[in-house]
């Protein structure tokens, strides 16, 4: 099992600004993922976060807007940059092994409100 | 891209009644996972069941997978108050070294008291 440390939990912030989200893991993990989740939709996958190279971004996401840190094998941040309105939504960080053969375990979320 | 989807969108039930959520996908799948999430928070995950099960049980919970019709279902018996949450099923594929989970859409269950 792994526990996920997220952080922020919630936060209000300035269009135009930047957040830094930081997901902290008690044990070593290969995959990590970052997802976004509208009110009452389901999970949307931003990217995979590779340790030590440029993550894996889904279609629609790009990393100018959204840069991803992996500096080991228990941490990463995701930054949501230059936002607006729009951004406004929950984060999630999650974490798996190679194949995801077994259960993901997931953060609590950054519940993030542009305005 | 989002390939399950479950259905109802939303159930709502009375205590002590049985929650039966639907779950189809579209691609040849490694397993299957269910998920619990309250109120926004992180998800929890309930039970994962491999593409060569058909059927699998944790305590109140029941899932089945049907691999022929591409669907699976989680029932959840004696419901309780405490089961009020979304709940998910999320696949993994066979296909490629770049394995990621694919989300369905999610039921919203209450259990009214």
């Known amino acids: 099992s792994a526990v996920i440390s997220q952080k922020p939990s919630r936060d209000i912030c300035q269009r135009g600004t930047s957040l830094t989200i930081q997901c902290q893991v008690d044990s070593q993990v290969t995959m990590m993922f970052w997802y976004r989740q509208q009110p009452g939709q389901s999970l949307t996958l931003i990217a995979t976060a590779n340790q030590g190279s440029e993550a894996t971004y889904e279609s629609g996401f790009v990393i100018d807007k959204f840069p991803i840190s992996r500096p080991n094998l228990t941490f990463s941040t995701l930054t949501v940059s230059n936002m607006s309105p729009e951004d406004s939504s929950i984060y999630l960080c999650?974490?798996?092994?190679?194949?995801?053969?077994?259960?993901?375990?997931f953060g609590q979320g950054t519940r993030l409100t542009v305005v | 891209s989002q390939q399950g989807e479950e259905d109802p969108q939303a159930l709502s039930i009375q205590e002590g009644e049985n929650a039966t959520m639907n779950c189809s996908y579209k691609?040849?799948?490694?397993?299957l996972q269910w998920y619990r999430q309250n109120s926004g928070r992180g998800l929890v995950h309930l039970i994962l069941i491999r593409s060569n099960e058909r059927e699998k049980h944790s305590g109140r919970l029941r899932v089945t997978l049907d691999t022929s019709k591409k669907s699976s279902s989680l029932l959840i018996t004696a419901s309780r108050a405490a089961d009020t949450a979304s709940y998910f099923c999320a696949t993994v594929s066979n296909a490629g070294n770049n394995r990621k989970l694919i989300w369905g859409l999610g039921t919203s269950l209450a259990v009214n008291p």
């Open positions: 999650s974490v798996g092994d190679s194949f995801m053969n077994t259960e993901a375990f």
């Open positions: 691609t040849s799948i490694n397993n």
